[in-house]
């Protein structure tokens, strides 16, 4: 589902500032190297990541789902000098690529790459976390939110994507459609949390943007 029309889509991101050398050359790579290149945050979702964190300026970011490092590059330009992203991914064959262009882009001592399961690593993260992004497998949305709002700072953010799923969460849901079903929970989780304020915005695909009180 087209949320807007093309020629209003290309209007905004020809009101946006451009992608940077590093972030065109990865944008190329992953669409003509990876599969499901669809996935990768792409410039305008970017420039929103990116200015969210340099408005924050966060000591602490989580990113749950690496694919190509697109996104996590975004948000480390707004970490200061101290500051350290974590970055989860299931996947262990695209680290190289990542790892590459983190390097290219000068965060490699500032960006930590985790391989595994995020239900299983974030139990065992002690962090104090100022601003999370979950861009991963959508069915564990709620399991990652009920395993962060702890971790996050009063004052600090979790940003989900997906969340409007091409507009299946408006749709009849199907019995068998496991991540509309899970996408509707976190929607529904973050909207009735008392601890959280929260904005759901028709970016791309929706994002759920929530602060903790």
């Given at each position: ?7 209003l889509?290309r ?19 992953t ?24 408005m924050?300026?966060p000591k602490c ?9 697109y ?32 390097k290219?882009a ?10 595994g ?5 974030i ?8 601003l999370?992004?979950i861009?991963?497998?959508k ?19 979790i ?46 695909d ?8």
């Open positions: 589902m087209e949320f807007i029309s093309k020629e889509d209007y905004c991101n020809d009101h946006t500032s451009s992608e940077c050398e590093i972030l065109s050359a990865l944008n190329h790579e669409h003509t190297s990876v599969l499901n290149p669809r996935m990768i945050s792409g410039n305008l979702q970017g420039q929103f990541l990116t200015m969210i964190s340099r924050l300026q970011i989580l990113e749950i789902g690496t694919y190509t490092g996104s996590a590059i975004c948000l480390a330009k707004g970490l200061p000098a101290s500051g350290v992203l974590h970055t989860i991914d299931v996947n262990e064959e695209l680290e190289d690529m990542t790892t590459r262009y983190f290219k000068g965060f490699e001592h500032q960006i930590v790459q985790h391989i399961d995020a239900s299983l690593v139990p065992n993260m002690d962090l104090e976390l100022d999370v992004f861009d991963a497998d069915k564990n949305y709620p399991i990652y939110f009920d395993l962060l709002v702890d971790k996050i700072k009063p004052g600090g953010w940003i989900a994507d997906n969340v409007l799923w091409s507009g299946k969460v408006i749709e009849e849901l199907d019995s068998s459609d496991k991540s509309t079903k899970a996408l509707l929970e976190y929607n529904k989780k973050v909207q009735d949390h008392p601890g959280v304020e929260n904005l759901l915005l028709p970016l791309r929706g994002l759920m943007i929530c602060r903790k009180i």
